[in-house]
């Protein structure tokens, strides 16, 4: 008689075990459904912003038309030429020189066309150098949060390419 009361002790551990750990189990599923939940729902708002920054960017016609776009937003991490398509309204007209160069040649802003004796300059500005001549091209100029460029158009030097004109 004491080996069916065993088994009968034995089955009701079992079960009852079975049943708690059945119950951990869906506890567990569901905060690991409701985490998923929330971790889909936080990637999806972050991926929605767009975090930015405000560049001022300042564009001279040379015929006396100046234009400044201040505190452009653009996005994190844009160059000055992103920033430049921003102010312009998307109203660029570039050349794009594949790798290894990888960079926009800028010919004309919002229907300012270059020619044989006119071209488009951009300046980078700080409060102790002023304007200065960028030495490298916008693709390669980082537009962080409050920077200042300039673009020119005006004629130039066709032996030292050094234009006429400042902002």
Same mark, same amino acid.
Request: charged share 5%; with cysteine.
């Given at each position: 008689?004491?080996?069916?009361?065993?088994?009968?002790?034995?089955?009701?551990?079992?079960?009852?075990?079975?049943?708690?750990?059945?119950?951990?189990?869906?506890?567990?599923?569901?905060?690991?459904?409701?985490?998923?939940?929330?971790?889909?729902?936080?990637?999806?708002?972050?991926?929605?912003? !767009?975090?930015? %920054?405000?560049? @001022?960017?300042? +564009?001279?016609?040379? &015929?006396? =038309?100046?234009? /400044?776009?201040? $505190?452009?937003?653009?996005?994190?991490?844009?160059?000055?030429?992103?920033?430049?398509?921003?102010?312009?309204?998307?109203?660029?007209?570039?050349?794009?020189?594949?790798?290894?160069?990888?960079?926009?040649?800028?010919?004309?802003?919002?229907?300012? !066309?270059?020619? %044989?004796?006119? @071209?488009?300059? +951009?300046?980078?500005? &700080?409060? =102790?150098?002023? /304007?200065?001549? $960028?030495?490298?091209?916008?693709?390669?100029?980082?537009?962080?949060?409050?920077?200042?460029?300039?673009?020119?158009?005006?004629?130039?030097?066709?032996?030292?390419?050094?234009?006429?004109?400042?902002?």
């Amino acid at each position: 008689m004491t080996a069916p009361k065993t088994l009968y002790v034995v089955i009701v551990v079992l079960m009852a075990g079975m049943l708690i750990s059945s119950t951990f189990a869906a506890f567990y599923l569901y905060q690991y459904n409701q985490a998923e939940s929330n971790a889909n729902t936080y990637l999806s708002q972050l991926k929605s912003a !767009q975090p930015t %920054q405000g560049t @001022s960017i300042l +564009i001279d016609f040379g &015929n006396g =038309t100046l234009l /400044w776009r201040n $505190a452009t937003q653009v996005p994190t991490g844009a160059n000055a030429y992103v920033a430049t398509i921003v102010a312009a309204r998307g109203i660029v007209n570039a050349t794009y020189y594949p790798p290894p160069y990888a960079e926009h040649a800028v010919t004309g802003i919002d229907n300012v !066309q270059g020619n %044989q004796q006119e @071209s488009w300059f +951009i300046w980078t500005y &700080n409060a =102790t150098a002023r /304007w200065q001549l $960028a030495q490298v091209g916008a693709d390669e100029l980082a537009a962080s949060n409050g920077s200042i460029f300039a673009w020119t158009y005006c004629t130039y030097n066709s032996a030292t390419y050094v234009p006429s004109c400042t902002p």
